[in-house]
């Protein structure tokens, strides 16, 4: 379509009517990026803790936070356990690679890092270990990827 105030103003307004189904594919691109060759990640539903690849890099300077697809995937879990808990969904100058990424620069040394959702404690080799700390709003994010792959997670 071509470029108007109109097809601009009815693009968004589709995006916000769908803005769940586009949340629950946030959900479901974290779930099929983890990688199976950890025992805690399991093949068929989140569990109390993840472990992601590539999040941060580590050189003689410390830690800094790999931007990209993890931190994509970091931001969308948040939103989705702010929006089962209730809570608002933070823009993009206060999420959790923003918050993240300020500890890490601020706090060289202390590789843990906490927010009300998150543990997330990570390593020199670039992996990080998240601990969810709501487990009833993983079990819902577990209904979604039920959803998704019926076979694999009964609902």
Not at 17 to 45: A, H, M
Request: hydrophobic fraction near 35%; charged fraction near 25%; include cysteine.
């Amino acid at each position: 379509p071509e470029i108007s105030e109109a097809n601009i103003l009815i693009t968004f307004e589709q995006l916000h009517q769908n803005k769940d189904e586009v949340f629950e594919r946030g959900v479901i691109n974290v779930f099929r990026g983890l990688s199976w060759n950890y025992k805690t990640n399991c093949p068929c539903k989140f569990g109390s803790k993840i472990i992601v690849n590539n999040l941060v890099r580590w050189d003689r300077w410390g830690f800094h936070l790999i931007t990209g697809q993890q931190t994509d995937r970091l931001v969308d879990l948040e939103r989705m356990l702010h929006l089962f808990s209730g809570k608002p969904i933070p823009d993009n100058r206060e999420n959790i690679t923003i918050r993240l990424d300020g500890h890490i620069q601020s706090v060289q040394g202390k590789e843990r890092y906490e927010d009300e959702m998150f543990i997330i404690k990570y390593f020199k080799k670039g992996s990080a270990h998240i601990t969810f700390k709501r487990l009833e709003l993983i079990d819902r994010i577990n209904d979604i990827i039920a959803r998704y792959f019926p076979s694999v997670l009964s609902a």
